[in-house]
């Protein structure tokens, strides 16, 4: 069993950044890839980045691309996602999630591919 805490959202103008961190605890975190998600009102979760279990390897969605970074520290059991250049379409609640599967790439792009879930953390970008 693995548990995930967010932490890090907020409210912030459109153009601002924030930088997510998701804390993991329960199981050695620097095996296990990491994602980032979110999911506005009326909307269906959406993914946002991964990585990989040694950080080598990321993926974004294209909207993402450019403006997010994500990244880790095993040392720390962390991962973090910088987020720049927000615009109001990004708000949502933000998740990060892990699979069960050790030694992961970071090619998981859907929800089902990910069996831990953090409680998540609100964004909201201001106009």
């Known amino acids: 069993q693995v548990q995930l805490v967010e932490s890090g959202g907020g409210l912030v103008q459109a153009g601002g950044s924030l930088r997510l961190s998701c804390a993991a605890s329960?199981?050695?975190?620097?095996?296990?890839?990491m994602g980032w998600f979110r999911q506005a009102p009326g909307k269906e979760r959406e993914f946002v980045a991964a990585?990989?279990?040694?950080?080598?390897?990321?993926n974004y969605a294209d909207s993402m691309k450019g403006r997010f970074t994500i990244s880790r520290d095993n040392a720390k059991n962390t991962g973090n996602l910088q987020m720049n250049s927000l615009k109001p379409e990004d708000t949502a609640v933000y998740y990060c999630?892990?699979?069960?599967?050790?030694?992961?790439?970071?090619?998981?792009?859907?929800?089902?591919?990910?069996?831990?879930w953090g409680q998540g953390t609100q964004v909201t970008v201001s106009s």
């Open positions: 329960g199981r050695t975190f620097s095996t296990y890839a």
């Open positions: 999630a892990a699979p069960k599967r050790p030694y992961s790439g970071s090619g998981r792009v859907k929800p089902s591919e990910y069996d831990y």
């Open positions: 990585i990989d279990w040694s950080g080598s390897s990321t």
